[in-house]
């Protein structure tokens, strides 16, 4: 079986396999350091994986307003979202 | 009493986590990858970027199918969940064959395959064959032709989603005042309560819950509309009622054009990922006494 009908590109690999890092990193974090709910700025009762989740999805929005309002480089737009990710990660 | 997890339980769902990764995970990832590239033919594409992204976020079509879509699920939450209350009030809570033949006729509806509901409102709607259709053209004289107007249009492809989905409301709101203790009806009959009053602060504070449910499926379900007016309307009479899911099958089916599709396939996920988990936050904290 070939993954020719995916067409698969190294932009979206990279991005793939460093969601997948990211996802299994999580888990080994959890069960050798489990977490438990907690409150942060975001209000809601979140654990680690929660954060993750809100961070990675606000991180798109901000990547489709930077390409839907701006016409600068889309680093700056990852620079912001990595900010943001550590940010919510920590204090969220 | 803090609860203790054990996450070795995650096991279990191995199974779905492989079923999954089958039927949406691998078909998210390809449609990322066309997203990023103009695909001529399984042999022939071309890596470009960001520019279908930039295409469709800017694209007024894509803007007027969004505002089109919260218009329509904003209606319906608007038209749906008072009057599927208003008739859920109205039936009656003894048990007994009425009751059980009511709940099934209002049931029906649900019952429905998608597409035979959009089928039987394209005949119901027709002047000429048509139930409805001939009551408005002919007794009351009104002329409606509504795969030419768009107000028309839009009427009736409210009409049908009210007709469909409210049943589904007056059941949840009917199981909430089912629950209702009758010690509380009884408390207010003593106080002397008005009707208005037992239904602001006994009936509606007990109904939270399945309201919250039933307001929670209503906007997703009306969200990612897409067979009903498809089949009624075909998403026009021009544009006016293709709402996202029928603008994005447009663009991947009629146009076969993956790319843009890929790509607005992606902002519209994100934005009912984003949805859904607004919602499923509230959901857990439904009966937890939170946010109250």
Known sequence: ????????????AIFFITIAVILVAMTVWQVVAPSLERRGFLVIPTTPGD???VGLLVSGFVHLAWIGLTGASLWIATVISLVWLVVVMRWG | ?????DNRAWFLVLPVVLLVAFNALIPLMTVVNYSVQDIFDSTHRLFVGTDWFKEMLRSP?????LWRQLIFSGLVL?????????????????SGWKTSLTLVLVALPLLIPWNVIGTIWVVFLRPDIGLLGHFIDSVLGISFDYPTVPIEAWISVMLMEVWHWTPL??????????????AYYQAARIDGASGWAVFRYIQLPKMRGVLTIAILLRFMDSFLI??????????GPGDSTTFLSIYLVKI?????????????SIIYFLIVLAFSYVFYQALQRVGTGEGK
């Not at chain 1, 079986?1 to 979206?12: D, H, K, N, Y």
């Not at chain 2, 608007?78 to 003894?94: D, T």
Request: charge should be positive.
């Open chain 2, 1 to 5: 009493m803090q609860k203790t997890f």
């Open chain 2, 252 to 264: 991947a089916l009629g146009e076969f054009d993956v790319g843009r599709a890929g790509a607005f």
């Open chain 1, 1 to 12: 079986m070939t993954l020719g009908w995916m067409a698969w590109t190294v932009p979206t």
């Open chain 2, 61 to 65: 079509r894509l803007h007027n199918a």
């Open chain 1, 51 to 53: 954060r993750l989740f």
């Open chain 2, 169 to 182: 409301v007056v059941l949840l709101a009917y199981a909430g005042l089912c629950a209702i203790p009758d």
């Open chain 2, 78 to 94: 608007l038209i749906e969940i008072p009057l599927g209350v208003l008739i859920a009030l109205m039936m009656s809570k003894k």
């Open chain 2, 226 to 235: 897409y067979t009903e007016p498809f089949v009624l309307t075909g998403g």
